[in-house]
């Protein structure tokens, strides 16, 4: 595709819109601004004129506004709510007048469309590449109420300092690593991606979505935006309404009620595990804790691999009941140890003591086995508590203990 052919003939131009949908509504929120260009009877899409080094930057910024422009009007002539969602590399945004971009807004500001619709898309390789020059920028961009969305996001999780400076709107997430052969890698990342989120008042985006199961991920995994072929196409019919292609509204509620079900058969299990060590004898004090043990071990022997017993302050008082090679042994050596540290250990413990129930953890790497387990919290006494590692074979047989 010949760049001066297109430069030449903007009215073989036109912009292509692919929606980005609500998980709220479950309605069309916005669109990304994508561009095409007519070739006899098909439209071609422009992603090789704005990905090419060699074409200049003039151009690109040229091509851009005369789309941006069209897709404004289409909205405004057309009275259709939602955000627009534009991508400009950091060469593009720093180029010449780095306010070029903000001057052209503000021109479709005065045609009607507000500054708060304008979705500012960057990639995470050009914040890493170019913090420096579009750090400043970016934020001055915030200041009149256009949001900033970082794409390509997902595949590292090197510049989370960089992306807390910005203080982004959006995350846009690729849904497509959830087919990579490093799936765990990609969830650690995506788990470190929603903490920040919520800490700096952002939202997660999925795009590339390509069917039900990458759509399923995105829901369960906080996605507030959904994009992709298996919503809608990007189309170049500015005359036509968008349709999306599926029955969103249908579609998530088979999530809901597959979740549902998952957590009632988790509730179940957690009160059949209650129940069952209700049948314990009676604690009687630290010198009794290891017989206690093998007494619960004989009510959970095919599903853990490992059970303890902790006063409220942490303080591990019993051995370590162990199965290893199918043997059980007691490691006395972790006697004295001191839990308190983990994450929601004492929370866990002061629930325990007012409500007199165990408790069911989430999915988590154990620091030895580096397995998934979950642990099954139990009140001995309101001083005393019972935990039960389920192995990880157990864990994987039951599809509602291997997915939180």
Not at 114 to 129: C, P, S, Y
Not at 186 to 214: C, K, M, P, W
Not at 287 to 298: G, I
């Amino acid at each position: 595709m010949d760049a001066l052919q297109i430069m030449d003939q903007f009215d073989r131009v036109r912009p292509a819109l692919q929606p980005i949908v609500s998980a709220i509504t479950h309605k069309v929120a916005g669109y990304e601004v994508l561009g095409r260009f007519q070739e006899g009877e098909e439209w071609k899409s422009l992603g090789t004129f704005f990905l090419d080094p060699d074409i200049p930057t003039e151009f690109k910024n040229e091509l851009d506004e005369h789309l941006l422009d069209q897709a404004v009007d289409y909205l405004l002539e057309t009275n259709q709510p939602g955000f627009l969602s534009v991508n400009r590399s950091a060469r593009q945004l720093i180029y010449g007048d780095d306010e070029a971009l903000l001057t052209f807004l503000l021109k479709q500001q005065q045609k009607g469309f507000t500054l708060d619709r304008f979705v500012l898309e960057v990639t995470e390789h050009d914040i890493e590449e170019e913090f420096e020059s579009l750090n400043h920028l970016l934020r001055y961009y915030k200041t009149y109420g256009v949001q900033l969305a970082i794409d390509h996001i997902g595949g590292a999780s090197s510049n989370i300092d960089r992306i807390r400076a910005l203080r982004p709107d959006i995350l846009k997430i690729d849904a497509s690593l959830t087919r990579s052969s490093n799936l765990e890698n990609f969830q650690d990342i995506l788990h470190t991606l929603s903490v920040l989120a919520r800490r700096i008042g952002a939202v997660l985006a999925y795009e590339n979505i390509e069917d039900a199961n990458q759509l399923y991920f995105a829901w369960k995994n906080n996605g507030h935006y959904y994009q992709g072929f298996y919503l809608g196409k990007p189309s170049c019919l500015l005359g036509e309404a968008v349709q999306l292609d599926v029955m969103l509204p249908t579609q998530i509620q088979t999530f809901v009620e597959r979740e549902k079900e998952l957590i009632a058969k988790r509730i179940r299990f957690t009160e059949s595990c209650h129940n069952q060590l209700k049948k314990l004898s009676k604690w009687q004090d630290e010198s009794h804790a290891d017989e206690l043990l093998d007494e619960a071990r004989q009510l959970f022997d095919d599903r853990t691999f490992r059970l303890y017993i902790c006063d409220e302050s942490g303080r591990q008082v019993s051995g370590n009941l162990r199965k290893n090679q199918h043997l059980w042994r007691f490691e006395q050596h972790v006697r004295g140890s001191n839990w308190a540290f983990r994450p929601y250990f004492l929370e866990n413990m002061m629930r325990m003591q007012r409500t007199h129930h165990g408790r069911l953890s989430d999915l988590y790497a154990d620091i030895e086995t580096r397995e998934f387990v979950r642990t099954f919290s139990y009140p001995l006494t309101s001083q005393y508590f019972l935990f039960i590692d389920f192995s990880y074979d157990f864990i994987t047989e039951n599809d509602f203990l291997f997915m939180n």
